[in-house]
Structures are given as C-alpha cells and as structure tokens.
C-alpha cells in the first residue's frame, strides 16, 4: 500500500490546477510546469485537491501512484513557492558570475567554465561565494545544481571545490611526515 500515493495534494489559492486527458497541468506566480499521468494511475480534482487512485496492488502499480503523487505535489509546491539549491565555492580564486542566462565559473583549470543555465532556472551569485539556483521544476533544478558541482567536487585534504550548502565534507589527515 502506498502512504504517498493515498494522500491528497491541497491546491493554494495562487495555483491554477487544469486537465486535459491524462495531463495535469499547474500554473502560478513562480511559472508553469505539467505532467502526464501513466495510465494505469487516475487522478481526481475536487474542492481545492487532487487525489491519486491505481487499478491494481501490483508492485509496478504501487510505484507509480507514489511517483505520480509525489511529481505533482512538487509541481504544485515548485509553481506556488519554488525551490531553491545553494552551492559554495570553497577554495583559492575559485568564484562564479551570472551574466544572463550563462554561468562563468573559475575553478583552477587552465580557462573558465561557461555553463548556459536552461530558462527555467536562474542563478545569483552574493560576495561570500554562493551560488543560489532557483526554479519551479525541482527535478531540473537538482540536475543542473549537480551538473555544476561535478566540475569540481569537493577534495577530501583541505575541501577545496563546488559542494551543496548542507554537505558534510569528512577532512583527511595529510601525510604524517616525520613520524614514527
């Protein structure tokens, strides 16, 4: 039995909630996003929410309702509020400029980094060195936050590199030199 997929989604005031077949479409202030239910899910708008419904308890069956939930729960959530990723880049010279829909970044290769940001997505950099993504689309949001930070992943010495805000670096002990 899914947990996920038997609760039912509240619909804020803001978002404006369509269907047209098998496709759920969400609108709101922060954009608009839409999603295509698998066919073996049905869903159902009624008094401000969704509710999510399978034919079968079939192990497939029971991972699409959850998933089905889940998707539109963020739509709904990515349209009204947004999400936001936040990186820092720790290390000496290493720094990131916005300028427009492209994304510069000087990691310690030989020449700068330009990453074109998908429109969805915008970026702002603050003098500390983070860098804060913003989207309605959480999925795409994730991909390109760890499309940037695989430029340059965290070294495990002295934490030099691009990491998520909340991620924990373990430091390792340098070479014991000297000693016996």
């Known amino acids: 039995m899914s947990r996920i997929g038997n609760q039912p989604i509240q619909i804020p005031k803001s978002v404006q909630v369509t269907t047209a ?6 609108k709101g202030p922060k954009g ?3 999603f295509d239910v698998p066919a073996r899910i049905s869903f159902k708008v009624d008094d401000g929410n969704i509710v999510f419904s399978r034919e079968s308890d079939d192990r497939e069956a029971r991972s699409l309702h959850g998933m089905s939930r889940a998707m539109t729960a963020n739509m709904v ?6 999400f936001k990723k936040v990186l820092v ?3 000496v010279g290493y720094r990131a400029a916005v300028k427009g829909s492209t994304l510069d970044l000087t990691l310690g290769f030989s020449h ?3 990453m074109d940001l998908p429109k969805e ?12 993504l913003s989207s309605a689309n959480k999925a795409l949001l994730g991909q390109v936050a760890a499309d940037i930070r695989r430029w340059r992943p965290p070294e495990p010495y002295k934490g030099k590199g691009v990491r998520y805000l909340d991620e924990t670096i373990i430091l390792k002990e340098g070479k014991a030199r000297g000693k016996k």
């Open 21 to 26: 077949g098998t496709t759920i479409r969400v």
């Open 32 to 34: 608009e996003l839409s």
């Open 77 to 82: 959530t990515g349209c009204s509020e947004g």
């Open 89 to 91: 880049i720790k290390g």
């Open 112 to 114: 700068p980094v330009s």
């Open 121 to 132: 997505v915008s970026a702002e950099v603050d003098k500390e060195g983070k860098l804060t």
